[in-house]
């Protein structure tokens, strides 16, 4: 079993929608938890943590789900700038850090 | 948050040359730095660990003669392709943890094109 696991999509989804990505990772000692984000043939940049008592950054939600060992990104009202693939990356401890596969964002006008 | 520079952005070289990717951070001491690779629509595959004065780790299936990594300094981690070959064509990306060691900042990326 992958350390984390996340659908590729592809999402497509009308300008003003919410979408929402769920990742789901094996090892239950797992320490720390983000959503990065990549644009095409660039590199991946920090979008947020994620805290077990959830946290919001504006059109942004990240929750953490320890018992069920998921994460989830909410966005709403999306814009087609959050157009992008997403990455979750989970910390195992020390220097383990694991990705997902990424998940395809279209916003369509 | 943190920086990360990366240098060169884009490599077009011959088949059989080295090249050589310089991985800085600019404000904050790196003791670990980590290299990937990612080919188009897949996702980052780490190649090694970089740690500072001592030997890089290697992930399973990466040749460590041939992607030479040296991390002489606390805030300098270079990658070099030796004798590039066409299949070695990709995204190469590193990354340094923060100085809290949580989070992973990104260098923008080298893309190696092999002729």
């Known amino acids: 079993r992958k350390e984390v696991e996340q659908d590729p999509g592809p999402f497509n989804v009308p300008e003003g929608a919410t979408v929402a990505f769920n990742c789901t990772y094996s090892n239950s000692a797992s320490q720390s938890f983000f959503w990065y984000r990549q644009d095409c043939r660039k590199e991946p940049k920090l979008l947020m943590s994620v805290y077990s008592s959830g946290n919001e950054d504006g059109r942004f939600t990240a929750q953490l789900n320890r018992a069920s060992q998921y994460i989830s990104l909410l966005i709403r009202d999306s814009k087609l700038s959050d157009s992008a693939t997403y990455l979750c990356v989970v910390n195992r401890s020390g220097n383990q850090f694991y990705f997902g596969t990424g998940t395809s964002l279209t916003v369509i006008p | 948050g943190a920086v990360v520079s990366q240098h060169p952005s884009w490599v077009i070289c011959k088949s059989g040359t080295s090249v050589k990717i310089e991985c800085r951070s600019l404000?904050?001491?790196?003791?670990?730095m980590f290299w990937y690779r990612q080919f188009p629509k897949q996702s980052l595959m780490l190649m090694a660990t970089?740690?500072?004065?001592?030997?890089?780790?290697?992930e399973q299936g990466v040749e460590k003669d041939k992607f030479l990594i040296n991390h002489a300094s606390l805030t300098l981690s270079t990658l070099t392709v030796t004798s590039a070959h066409p299949e070695d064509s990709s995204f190469y990306i590193c990354s340094a943890r923060d100085i809290r060691g949580e989070k992973l900042f990104f260098g923008s990326g080298t893309q190696l094109s092999v002729l």
């Open positions: 404000d904050f001491q790196a003791t670990t």
């Open positions: 970089s740690n500072e004065g001592s030997k890089a780790t290697y």
